[in-house]
């Protein structure tokens, strides 16, 4: 899957920006992820595995929570929120889709 070069998640517990960090793993290969840029946060983003938490060094898939494109199966990032109207706005990070959405925000809920 090749992803948009630039978008920006937003933490889906926190509702504010991620930093995309690299973790080289074994082999050749560098991914990255994103992550809440608050200190008590534990909170990633990978674009292959959609949020979960990152504790000790290790990706933690207990509290996952994954939102997949209808149009093309990418998983979908938590782009914007509008606060006032209790929405959620999702899209997909693939090239050459366009898909996006809006849900409720837990809060609304």
């Given at each position: 899957?090749?992803?948009?070069?630039?978008?920006s998640?937003?933490?889906?517990?926190?509702?504010?920006?991620?930093?995309?960090?690299?973790?080289?793993?074994?082999?050749?290969e560098?991914?990255?992820?994103?992550?809440?840029?608050?200190?008590?946060?534990?909170?990633?983003?990978?674009?292959?595995?959609?949020?979960?938490?990152?504790?000790?060094?290790?990706?933690?898939?207990?509290?996952?929570?994954?939102?997949?494109?209808?149009?093309?199966g990418?998983?979908?990032?938590?782009?914007?929120?509008?606060?006032?109207?209790?929405?959620?706005?999702?899209?997909?990070?693939?090239?050459?889709?366009?898909?996006s959405?809006?849900?409720?925000?837990?809060?609304?809920?």
């Amino acid at each position: 899957m090749t992803s948009r070069e630039q978008f920006s998640p937003l933490c889906d517990v926190h509702y504010t920006s991620m930093q995309r960090m690299m973790v080289e793993e074994d082999g050749e290969e560098i991914q990255s992820y994103h992550i809440c840029e608050r200190r008590d946060c534990s909170r990633v983003f990978r674009d292959a595995f959609g949020y979960s938490d990152l504790i000790e060094g290790q990706f933690d898939k207990s509290r996952a929570f994954i939102r997949k494109c209808p149009a093309c199966g990418a998983i979908l990032y938590l782009a914007e929120v509008d606060q006032p109207r209790k929405l959620e706005t999702w899209e997909c990070p693939r090239m050459n889709c366009e898909f996006s959405e809006e849900f409720p925000s837990p809060a609304a809920r």
